[in-house]
């Protein structure tokens, strides 16, 4: 764990000031006040990381000085309820800088978003500038050096190479030993453990996990489409949820959420789309409608950032566009090539009531919309949805595949998923409080 020692600090040197009087005086009394800023970067996106102007700060860090050791992040699956920032903590900016000011001592420096977390001991005094390598977001997961990351299974798609987006993060394929990602196949002739039936069928497997991914795959197997019609299965995926999982699900995979909750969207292609209900407190349901998220392919000209949060942050990024050029990105009209269906509508859906007795809704998230060309009524429809369907976790759905081909930056959007991976990794309102 890096250790550092200072006392007042400007412009990296010990600055002391003498008074009056043949002893020189006394020096002046030590700031009441030490200031610390920096900024967050995204995990292996920082500078001497990302290619020179291509660097991907962290929006709505949370950054905080602790006299006592951080608990650790849980291993699994858990529920983290949002709470008040700490009288001694600042959210970043949508440039990841930050600003924090707390009396001088001895603190555990903090930056977290989600289960990313460093954290690193400091005398603080003075004025502080804190150096990137202590800001950017581990894609390691080594708590004894201060560094933790979400433990991550991704079903290896057929398409959407979401692998790759995680690589430029830093986080590579691994044993379910170490920090990297566990892949499940969904190979019916895969050893058992490995496979997706294996992960769906078991939910102290889904358990082990913070965040599991659900890429485009091409023709889902018929034993895995069986599961996805069995309550049990869909009951292990809504109980995930409940307690804190996260779901991140990309459009021919999508009856992996829509089976399971099948009213918060309805999606507008041909096929027939997923219905039925689902209890949020019982999680029990009945799929009366087995129905398909494939579609078909077309390309987005017009695609808008709806949430100002998101807009801000990409709004000062610059990166590749589709043909490769380097280009500041506009938030409110860019690409998004590669989609394979489209989203109708989405549904407020009763999840509960309050203490009044009054009910309790859910209300999908659109952060990006876009227009289907030549489908009536396909104009400015949501592209990337998430929604809080029962109890802790959170579910996300986009019908567009992330990146289909190896090129070198994060195009807009590639970084649109990685704000929403570290978006959807932070805590939960809890709708029953």
């Given at each position: 764990?890096?250790?550092?020692?200072?006392?007042?600090?400007?412009?990296?040197?010990?600055?002391?000031?003498?008074?009056?009087?043949?002893?020189?005086?006394t020096p002046d009394a030590p700031p009441s006040v030490a200031a610390i800023s920096g900024r967050v970067w995204a995990p292996n996106q920082g500078p001497a990381q990302a290619l020179l102007g291509q660097e991907v700060p962290v929006s709505g860090a949370l950054v905080y000085a602790s006299t006592?050791?951080?608990?650790?992040?849980?291993?699994?699956?858990?529920?983290?309820?949002?709470?008040?920032?700490?009288?001694?903590?600042?959210?970043?900016?949508?440039?990841?800088?930050?600003?924090?000011?707390?009396?001088?001592?001895?603190?555990?420096?903090?930056?977290?978003?989600?289960?990313?977390?460093?954290?690193?001991?400091?005398?603080?005094?003075?004025?502080?500038?804190?150096?990137?390598?202590?800001?950017?977001?581990?894609?390691?997961?080594?708590?004894?050096?201060?560094?933790?990351?979400?433990?991550?299974?991704?079903?290896?798609?057929?398409?959407?190479?979401?692998?790759?987006?995680?690589?430029?993060?830093?986080?590579?394929?691994?044993?379910?030993?170490?920090?990297?990602?566990?892949?499940?196949?969904?190979?019916?002739?895969?050893?058992?453990?490995?496979?997706?039936?294996?992960?769906?069928?078991?939910?102290?497997?889904?358990?082990?996990?913070?965040?599991?991914?659900?890429?485009?795959?091409?023709?889902?197997?018929?034993?895995?489409?069986?599961?996805?019609?069995?309550?049990?299965?869909?009951?292990?995926?809504r109980r995930y949820v409940n307690e804190g999982g996260k779901l991140y699900v990309t459009d021919w995979a999508g009856e992996v959420a829509d089976h399971a909750f099948p009213q918060q969207i309805e999606l507008g292609d041909a096929a027939a789309d997923s219905d039925g209900t689902y209890d949020a407190t019982t999680l029990a349901g009945t799929l009366t409608?087995?129905?398909?998220?494939?579609?078909?392919?077309?390309?987005?000209?017009?695609?808008?950032?709806?949430?100002?949060?998101?807009?801000?942050?990409?709004?000062?990024?610059?990166?590749?566009?589709?043909?490769?050029?380097?280009?500041?990105?506009?938030?409110?009209?860019?690409?998004?090539?590669?989609?394979?269906?489209?989203?109708?509508?989405?549904?407020?859906?009763?999840?509960?009531?309050?203490?009044?007795?009054?009910?309790?809704?859910?209300?999908?998230?659109?952060?990006?919309?876009?227009?289907?060309?030549?489908?009536?009524?396909?104009?400015?429809?949501?592209?990337?949805?998430?929604?809080?369907?029962?109890?802790?976790?959170?579910?996300?759905?986009?019908?567009?595949?992330?990146?289909?081909?190896?090129?070198?930056?994060?195009?807009?959007?590639?970084?649109?998923?990685?704000?929403?991976?570290?978006?959807?990794?932070?805590?939960?309102?809890?709708?029953?409080?």
């Amino acid at each position: 764990m890096q250790y550092m020692r200072s006392w007042v600090i400007l412009v990296g040197a010990l600055v002391v000031v003498a008074g009056c009087g043949d002893d020189g005086g006394t020096p002046d009394a030590p700031p009441s006040v030490a200031a610390i800023s920096g900024r967050v970067w995204a995990p292996n996106q920082g500078p001497a990381q990302a290619l020179l102007g291509q660097e991907v700060p962290v929006s709505g860090a949370l950054v905080y000085a602790s006299t006592t050791k951080p608990d650790p992040i849980p291993s699994g699956v858990y529920c983290e309820r949002c709470v008040a920032v700490p009288p001694s903590g600042v959210l970043t900016g949508a440039d990841g800088s930050f600003r924090l000011e707390v009396e001088p001592g001895h603190y555990w420096l903090v930056v977290q978003k989600g289960q990313f977390r460093i954290e690193a001991e400091y005398d603080l005094a003075g004025v502080m500038d804190i150096p990137f390598e202590q800001t950017t977001l581990p894609s390691v997961n080594d708590p004894e050096m201060g560094k933790t990351m979400p433990r991550i299974a991704m079903a290896q798609g057929s398409h959407d190479r979401i692998e790759d987006v995680l690589g430029k993060l830093g986080i590579k394929n691994g044993t379910d030993d170490g920090p990297e990602i566990s892949v499940y196949t969904w190979d019916v002739a895969a050893t058992e453990n490995y496979s997706v039936a294996y992960l769906l069928s078991n939910i102290d497997e889904l358990r082990r996990f913070h965040i599991v991914f659900f890429p485009c795959q091409t023709d889902i197997p018929a034993d895995v489409a069986a599961l996805l019609r069995d309550q049990t299965v869909l009951t292990n995926i809504r109980r995930y949820v409940n307690e804190g999982g996260k779901l991140y699900v990309t459009d021919w995979a999508g009856e992996v959420a829509d089976h399971a909750f099948p009213q918060q969207i309805e999606l507008g292609d041909a096929a027939a789309d997923s219905d039925g209900t689902y209890d949020a407190t019982t999680l029990a349901g009945t799929l009366t409608v087995d129905g398909t998220a494939d579609g078909d392919f077309y390309n987005v000209s017009d695609a808008r950032v709806t949430d100002p949060d998101l807009s801000a942050w990409l709004g000062l990024q610059a990166g590749p566009d589709d043909s490769g050029m380097v280009t500041t990105f506009d938030p409110d009209s860019f690409s998004v090539p590669d989609v394979w269906n489209w989203i109708k509508k989405t549904n407020p859906v009763q999840i509960g009531v309050d203490a009044q007795s009054q009910p309790i809704y859910d209300m999908p998230k659109v952060w990006l919309t876009g227009s289907r060309p030549a489908t009536a009524g396909a104009a400015a429809r949501p592209l990337a949805v998430t929604y809080q369907p029962t109890g802790c976790g959170k579910v996300m759905y986009t019908p567009f595949q992330t990146t289909t081909a190896t090129h070198p930056g994060l195009t807009a959007k590639e970084r649109v998923l990685l704000y929403l991976i570290l978006e959807i990794s932070t805590c939960s309102p809890d709708p029953f409080e």
